[in-house]
């Protein structure tokens, strides 16, 4: 018998300057999805949740996704392929967001490995990488960097279960 554990993030050895992770899937943002995003982070401009306002006083002339939720999608979407086992998200270098996402865009995710730096214990690692939200259209909506520090290999916390390892045994 073969046991799979998904891969969640990676280790200081695992990324190589250069490296490119494309995200997968997607996600469509939806009306729903901005509103509640809004609700939650007490974002109540009318730009996000009034159709008559943004149709009639905007330049865009529908409503626009909030800015921090296209940047929380983009971010999440790259989680498991660069900081599902990071020791902290230090710092996020720059944040622009380059064109506007409506509801019903579909946002995609891709991340490139720009530096990385051993810790002074020998222990972890600090890897620099950019990563861009890209909607259906193939604009880029978002961008940031953003410098992550990860465990090497041999010093990772092993990953633990709420279950033994016999749980398919009869």
Not at 9 to 14: A, K, L, P
Not at 145 to 167: H, Q, S
């Amino acid at each position: 018998m073969t046991v799979n554990d998904r891969p969640f993030g990676r280790h200081y050895e695992d990324f190589e300057i250069g490296d490119v992770y494309r995200h997968w899937p997607g996600k469509t943002i939806t009306e729903a999805d901005d509103h509640l995003f809004c609700m939650i982070t007490m974002n109540h401009h009318p730009l996000h949740s009034n159709v008559w306002f943004a149709e009639n006083e905007t330049v865009h002339g529908k409503n626009v996704v909030v800015g921090n939720l296209v940047y929380s999608l983009v971010l999440g979407m790259s989680v498991p392929d660069v900081s599902g086992s990071a020791v902290a998200n230090l710092e996020i270098e720059t944040l622009k967001h380059a064109k506007p996402t409506f509801h019903g865009d579909t946002i995609y995710a891709v991340t490139k490995v720009l530096d990385k730096s051993e810790t002074s214990d020998g222990k972890r690692g600090i890897v620099t990488v950019e990563t861009k939200g890209i909607n259906q259209r193939s604009e880029e909506v978002c961008y940031f960097r953003r410098r992550v520090m990860v465990w090497k290999r041999e010093f990772a916390p092993t990953r633990g279960y709420p279950y033994a390892d016999d749980v398919f045994t009869d």
